[in-house]
């Protein structure tokens, strides 16, 4: 069953992303050749206009092929003879509808299901947070001059900590104050985590049953909160890639598709084993949905040969060279940039087997 829900989930994310890229082209009125969804040989097409519609066997991703995209064209349809700008817009809006998806999917989740605050409920006896005397009610507004919205922001700094003295920023009727709280590792259930001492408050959605002892999330926050977990998981993502390259994090620590799956399984089997129904499994499902298409969203726009980013990146130098540059070199970069992917992805699916052995 989490094979099945995998391969909807990743051919959810993918399509959506293609019909961005799509959808721009079109409006930019750029030749669409090919729109297909799954990889591989040809199940079913049909042509409607200029443009092929495509099924293919392997149900796991899509593509949008575009006339002019790799190589030069004489057609003033072809992607390679429209202005910079519509360049830009086309190739940034595959990853911005994988952004639209999350903050949907996140907006739906906070309304039926609430959200975690960043104001305290509860300071634990001798803890650091105790002991530095913050109390109930304080919101915590950041840590390390990061400002931190909702409770995932202060699980990313504190597990960034390393357990070195963090400056907590918080507000105390109305008033913000800051104090330097050194975490403790605590270890829950053989998993080890940075704390400070407290424990914060939950609120229900705006669409959730009334639950005594909670109060039920704004209007503003259940639209507030989508846009701060996207930022949250940009920032988690950005972040990891930087310190994998400056080594803080071990490369044996990157997760691929097949680890994605192995996540997929267990966060299913967890539900399932806790007694959850299909609503439940559904919303566990729709949040790893939201979390892989933001976290797609951000990896496509990164400037790295054969990527959305790295193609953006090209359109760049043509607008500082105010020429373009030669589209058999750009050729051959995205060539090797997708050969070096290639490699990449051998070795994240070597090192997920690994893990699963």
């Known amino acids: 069953m989490s094979i099945v829900i995998a391969i909807l989930i990743f051919g959810l994310i993918v399509i959506i992303h293609e019909f961005g890229h799509f959808m721009m082209a079109r409006k930019c009125g750029v030749l669409v050749e090919e729109f297909a969804i799954g ?12 443009t092929q519609y495509s099924l293919r066997l392997i149900p796991i991703g899509g593509y949008c092929k575009m006339l002019g995209e790799d190589g030069e064209s004489g057609d003033p349809r072809a992607f390679n003879n429209k202005s910079l700008g519509r360049r830009t817009a086309i190739l940034s809006f595959g990853a911005i509808m994988n952004l639209i998806l999350a903050f949907v999917i996140f907006a739906f989740l906070t ?25 109930i009610g304080d919101r915590i507004t950041g840590l390390n001059h990061t400002k931190t ?24 009727n109305g008033q913000e104050y800051s104090v ?3 975490p403790y590792l605590l270890n829950e259930n053989g998993v080890e985590s940075y704390k400070l001492g407290f424990r914060v408050i939950s609120k229900t959605g705006i669409f959730s049953e009334r639950v005594e002892g909670f109060e039920r999330a704004s209007v503003w926050e259940s639209l507030s909160v989508p846009v701060y977990q996207i930022a949250f998981w940009v920032r988690a993502t950005v972040q990891s890639l930087f ?22 399984n267990e966060s299913y089997t967890q539900t399932v084993q806790q007694g959850g129904g299909v609503l439940d499994i559904f919303l566990n499902m729709l949040n790893l949905c939201a979390v892989l298409s933001a976290n797609l969203g951000v990896f496509n726009l990164l400037p790295l040969p054969a990527l959305d980013g790295g193609r953006l990146l090209f359109v760049l130098f043509e607008f500082i060279r105010r020429k373009p540059v030669p589209a058999e070199k750009e050729g051959m970069v995205h060539m090797v940039g997708f050969v070096l992917l290639m490699l990449l992805a051998v070795f994240i699916a070597y090192n997920d087997i690994m893990k699963l052995i």
């Open 111 to 135: 309304s039926v299901g609430g959200f975690t605050t960043t104001v305290i409920s509860e300071v634990l006896p001798g803890t650091p947070a105790a002991e530095a005397g913050l109390m």
């Open 149 to 172: 919205h909702i409770f995932e922001d202060l699980g990313l700094e504190l597990t960034f900590s390393n357990g070195k003295p963090m400056e907590v920023s918080y507000v105390r």
């Open 243 to 264: 310190k994998l390259i400056i080594r803080q994090i071990p490369l044996n620590s990157l997760s691929g598709p097949i680890g994605i799956v192995s996540t997929i």
């Open 39 to 50: 990889m591989g040989p040809l199940l079913y097409s049909r042509k409607s206009g200029d």
């Open 180 to 182: 330097e709280i050194t």
